[in-house]
């Protein structure tokens, strides 16, 4: 857009996207696979196997990582349930589908993450992050299914 904008005009711009997203994100608690730790007081353990010699495993701890961003939350009514609408392959989505738009360090955050809490549900990623923005990457977009109680 060289020529078209100034330099002041696209970082004024951009401040206003930034008003926008500071004003109706809200947070999200992002899950990643938990950390495994193994547990081993003997100087026998054999990690690869995860077996001392005398045939016991050790004890295996699991650390849950996640992180707190802020996130404009889209909810996908029923009307917007199928993609590829241009002559696609076409997607149903389940009901209670969501889209969430985060910044650049939720999106490194959520991009090798596989669950994502918002108000009080939990979801699955269904997409990779999609870039938004008028003159940058200065967004990303996901695509989120409801999780059954069980999963």
Same mark, same amino acid.
């Given at each position: 857009?060289?020529?078209? &904008?100034?330099?002041?005009?696209?970082?004024?711009?951009?401040?206003?996207?930034?008003?926008?997203?500071?004003?109706?994100? *809200?947070?999200?608690?992002?899950?990643?696979?938990?950390?495994?730790?193994?547990?081993?007081?003997?100087?026998?353990?054999?990690?690869?196997?995860? $077996? *001392?010699?005398?045939g016991?495993?050790?004890?295996?701890?699991?650390?849950?990582?996640?992180?707190?961003?802020?996130? $404009?939350?889209?909810?996908?009514?029923?009307?917007?349930?199928?993609?590829?609408?241009?002559?696609?392959?076409?997607?149903?989505?389940?009901? !209670?589908?969501?889209?969430?738009?985060? +910044?650049?360090? !939720?999106?490194?955050?959520? +991009?090798?993450? $596989? $669950?994502?809490?918002?108000?009080?549900?939990?979801?699955?990623? +269904?997409?990779?992050g999609?870039?938004? !923005?008028?003159?940058?990457?200065?967004?990303?977009?996901?695509? &989120?299914?409801?999780?059954d109680?069980?999963?």
């Open positions: 857009m060289a020529g078209f &904008l100034s330099d002041s005009q696209i970082t004024k711009i951009s401040g206003v996207f930034e008003k926008l997203h500071t004003t109706f994100a *809200r947070d999200i608690t992002v899950y990643k696979n938990p950390k495994k730790t193994v547990v081993s007081t003997s100087t026998r353990y054999n990690p690869i196997y995860g $077996r *001392r010699d005398t016991s495993t050790s004890s295996i701890t699991y650390e849950t990582v996640s992180g707190v961003f802020p996130a $404009r939350i889209y909810y996908v009514s029923s009307d917007e349930e199928y993609l590829g609408g241009d002559g696609q392959a076409k997607i149903i989505l389940p009901a !209670g589908s969501a889209k969430i738009t985060v +910044k650049k360090n !939720g999106y490194e955050f959520i +991009k090798e993450s $596989r $669950r994502v809490e918002l108000d009080g549900q939990k979801f699955s990623i +269904k997409s990779d999609t870039p938004q !923005g008028f003159t940058g990457n200065q967004f990303y977009t996901f695509l &989120l299914t409801p999780l109680e069980g999963e």
